[in-house]
């Protein structure tokens, strides 16, 4: 559908014109319009199709379109990362190039006391639009810099990431201060049990616009290494020996071995750095622009840059553990092979992860390449196939040269 198909405001319509939009995706087809109308919406759609634009277009019409009220906050988006919260402005100021009487402000934490002035000057001068992560937006509001009663749009984006950073409290203190006459639209990527539970709360009869998680991209060269978890760095290393990284993610299940992994690399004489949610906003600002620079080859992180941070031209991507979600999985290797490029996605997969790796092959529809472990490395684990699978539920273990036990854990 081209965008000229829908009731889009004709300034927006300029800019869009401008950025050479045309088509719109399929979140931006079926979540534009009831937005238009009004209604609240519940969209699920994955990073990488188009959903800020799918919120902010029709948003910045209607508020184009006139009948809100001058000088005060007419929308609050939420994000869960300052990252994120920094995107969504970016678009912004795209998409409202032609409208002058539209203002909007980005406000997150990590900064210094002149930007919480300039923040709270602003909020207080009636913007337009606030682009917030929860935990400042708090702030302003316990020291009365804010003022949502006049609020007509809550935009929740990445809805799912925030409860996973533990928000939910924070975005519910802040909807019983808006207005019951609102429209309330909320993104995420997956749609779990609290995910549903808030919808349920802070939405009214929404229209939901539900995506299937679409396939990773072909151009991404996907593999598995069978290994015990003693041997996963060495794999790491063997990788970097063959190819010299440049532009690495590697994903790790937890902040600690994020830590320790990122200094085992630094060790082994790479350049690399770790990024989890223990850092400071400061701190994460630094690696970020270290890694974008391309002043460090290697980030080591946990999930926190897993969506909502467009890097384009990242060469590998190293799932050291297993992520437990398949959704997960495609939005990891997602980082790589952006921007039509080419991309690699490894994955290092124990005996303990082997039932979480053949979810995500059923899901792919596929089985993933197994690259052969050097047999300097020593034994490893065996993995047996779908079909094999499916006639018994066990699994080899080389080291003891006998069979065990695979019990079925339940999905997360």
Do not use: W
Not at 65 to 71: A, C, L, M, S, T
Not at 81 to 104: C, H, K, P, W
Not at 133 to 155: A, Q
Not at 275 to 302: C, N, P, W
């Amino acid at each position: 559908m081209d965008f000229y198909d829908l009731d889009l405001n004709d300034k927006v319509l300029d800019a869009l014109d401008d950025m050479n939009f045309t088509d719109t995706t399929p979140i931006q087809e079926h979540a534009i319009p009831p937005i238009l109308d009004g209604k609240d919406v519940m969209g699920v759609a994955q990073t990488g199709t188009g959903k800020t634009a799918a919120y902010l277009l029709p948003m910045l019409s209607r508020l184009a379109d006139g009948g809100f009220p001058h000088n005060a906050i007419n929308c609050i988006i939420m994000s869960p990362t300052r990252e994120l919260a920094q995107q969504i402005d970016s678009a912004m100021q795209g998409f409202a190039y032609y409208l002058d009487n539209v203002s909007s402000v980005a406000v997150y934490g990590g900064n210094d006391g002149i930007r919480y002035e300039q923040e709270k000057r602003a909020m207080q001068s009636g913007v337009d639009v606030v682009i917030a992560t929860p935990g400042r937006l708090i702030s302003h509001l316990n020291l009365g810099n804010i003022d949502l009663s006049r609020v007509s749009f809550f935009i929740l984006d990445e809805a799912d990431r925030m409860l996973d950073m533990g928000f939910c409290d924070d975005i519910l203190q802040i909807a019983k201060t808006l207005p019951k006459e609102r429209q309330t639209i909320m993104f995420s990527a997956t749609m779990p049990g609290d995910i549903l539970n808030l919808a349920h709360s802070i939405l009214r009869n929404p229209v939901e616009v539900k995506l299937a998680v679409s396939k990773p991209a072909e151009n991404i060269r996907q593999s598995a290494y069978l290994c015990y978890e003693p041997q996963k760095l060495m794999v790491v290393k063997r990788i970097f020996e063959q190819e010299p990284p440049r532009r690495v993610i590697i994903f790790v299940g937890s902040k600690k071995k994020t830590k320790e992994l990122a200094i085992s690399i630094i060790r082994a004489g790479y350049n690399a750095r770790a990024m989890h949610s223990d850092l400071s906003q400061a701190e994460r600002d630094e690696v970020m622009y270290l890694f974008r620079s391309g002043k460090i080859d290697v980030l080591v992180a946990t999930d926190i840059v897993a969506r909502g941070i467009d890097i384009d031209d990242i060469a590998i991507v190293i799932n050291f553990d297993v992520p437990r979600d398949e959704e997960d999985y495609v939005h990891r290797i997602g980082r790589t092979a952006r921007a039509g490029r080419g991309g690699r996605a490894v994955t290092l997969v124990n005996e303990k992860d082997m039932h979480y790796f053949r979810q995500i092959e059923q899901f792919l529809e596929k089985e993933i390449r197994k690259e052969q472990m050097p047999e300097e490395f020593g034994e490893t684990p065996s993995y047996h196939s779908k079909s094999k699978q499916k006639r018994s539920h066990r699994y080899h273990n080389n080291r003891k040269g006998k069979g065990k036990k695979y019990v079925k854990k339940p999905n997360r």
